[in-house]
């Protein structure tokens, strides 16, 4: 059902990981990683990322657990110039 939800929403399913889906809105993407019951929703621009998740919360029961520390065993480091480290 996510992933027709994500269809509708004009979201594209990547071609090389049907896991990851992403959507262009003007000159900023949001990604949504899919793993089993857990998502991760990330964008360049914060109001894209609310839009989307409030989109998804009226139709599926999400949990916020706010900035990812750690997936799949890989911790995420958030650095001062706005990047990520990944180890």
């Known amino acids: 059902k996510l992933k ?22 003007q000159a900023h993407t949001i990604f949504i990683m899919v793993y089993v019951d857990d998502i991760i929703i990330t964008s360049s621009f914060s109001s894209l990322i ?9 139709i599926f029961s999400l ?7 750690y997936f799949l065993s890989i911790e995420v480091k958030y650095l001062p110039d706005k990047s990520l480290v990944l180890t």
């Open 4 to 25: 027709l939800t994500l269809t509708q929403f004009d979201f594209q399913a990547s071609k090389c990981d049907p896991s990851l889906f992403w959507y262009k809105h």
């Open 63 to 69: 949990k916020k657990l706010g900035s990812l520390d």
């Open 50 to 58: 609310q839009q989307i998740t409030n989109q998804l919360e009226s």
